[in-house]
């Protein structure tokens, strides 16, 4: 499902990913704001006919640049994600690789995150992609629960939703920003979600 939607959100042909290239490096040149149909055609070199028959305005761009974004997270999370080995490794390694696509991803990122605050949470274009990587974690956790890896006291949606939020959030305003270094981030919330998740309380140590 993962490597689907990557595929299924590539560029068509060469003329569709020069408008998505150009767009990218308009956004981080001159910033969104500053985007338009009419530069985005003189930079991709293509006529303003095309980059309308690909896109119906900038935002169309945007979300598509988001949405690619969200689906290679998904893809790099899949070590954990759709793993079944030791947590705490598959943890470090999935949330490594998902902190590399966001690196890469920075300028359209901290747009996306500008525009979900401006308009008071995620647009309609970009939830079925988010939603994914909650549904995602949460039946990790489940499974985990269900083999005895986890206590099953606490709710599995719940949790993957709040070590969600837990992660964008701290990757948005430390790591984006560049407020703390990238190992120490992946280390530190991947220890953080284990210990929420996989640590039995005291009473019930060694009992799974």
Same mark, same amino acid.
């Given at each position: 499902?993962?490597?689907?939607?990557?595929?299924?959100?590539?560029?068509?042909?060469?003329?569709?990913?020069?408008? +998505?290239?150009?767009?990218?490096?308009?956004?981080?040149?001159?910033?969104?704001?500053?985007?338009?149909?009419?530069?985005?055609?003189?930079?991709?070199?293509?006529?303003?006919?095309?980059?309308?028959?690909?896109?119906?305005?900038?935002?169309?761009?945007?979300?598509?640049?988001?949405?690619?974004?969200?689906?290679?997270?998904?893809?790099?999370?899949?070590?954990?994600?759709?793993?079944?080995?030791?947590?705490?490794?598959? +943890?470090?390694?999935?949330?490594?690789?998902?902190?590399?696509?966001?690196?890469?991803?920075?300028?359209?990122?901290?747009?996306?995150?500008?525009?979900?605050?401006?308009?008071?949470?995620?647009?309609?274009?970009?939830?079925?992609?988010?939603?994914?990587?909650?549904?995602?974690?949460?039946?990790?956790?489940?499974?985990?629960?269900?083999?005895?890896?986890?206590?099953?006291?606490?709710?599995?949606?719940?949790?993957?939703?709040?070590?969600?939020?837990?992660?964008?959030?701290?990757?948005?305003?430390?790591?984006?920003?560049?407020?703390?270094?990238?190992?120490?981030?992946?280390?530190?919330?991947?220890?953080?979600?284990?210990?929420?998740?996989?640590?039995?309380?005291?009473?019930?140590?060694?009992?799974?």
């Amino acid at each position: 499902m993962s490597a689907a939607a990557v595929q299924r959100l590539a560029p068509r042909n060469e003329t569709e990913a020069a408008i +998505l290239e150009a767009a990218r490096a308009a956004i981080a040149e001159e910033g969104y704001d500053r985007l338009t149909m009419n530069g985005l055609a003189r930079r991709a070199y293509v006529s303003r006919t095309n980059v309308y028959f690909y896109f119906s305005n900038k935002r169309a761009v945007l979300d598509r640049l988001v949405q690619q974004s969200f689906a290679e997270m998904l893809v790099a999370g899949a070590p954990y994600l759709e793993g079944s080995g030791d947590p705490r490794r598959e +943890l470090r390694v999935g949330l490594a690789r998902v902190v590399n696509v966001v690196n890469k991803n920075a300028v359209v990122l901290l747009v996306a995150a500008k525009l979900a605050g401006a308009e008071d949470g995620l647009p309609t274009e970009w939830q079925p992609y988010v939603r994914r990587l909650v549904r995602a974690a949460e039946r990790r956790i489940r499974a985990d629960q269900m083999r005895g890896r986890a206590p099953n006291d606490i709710d599995a949606g719940i949790a993957s939703r709040a070590l969600m939020a837990m992660v964008e959030r701290h990757i948005t305003h430390e790591v984006l920003n560049q407020q703390t270094t990238i190992t120490e981030s992946v280390r530190t919330l991947a220890e953080l979600w284990y210990r929420a998740v996989y640590l039995f309380p005291p009473e019930a140590d060694g009992a799974a």
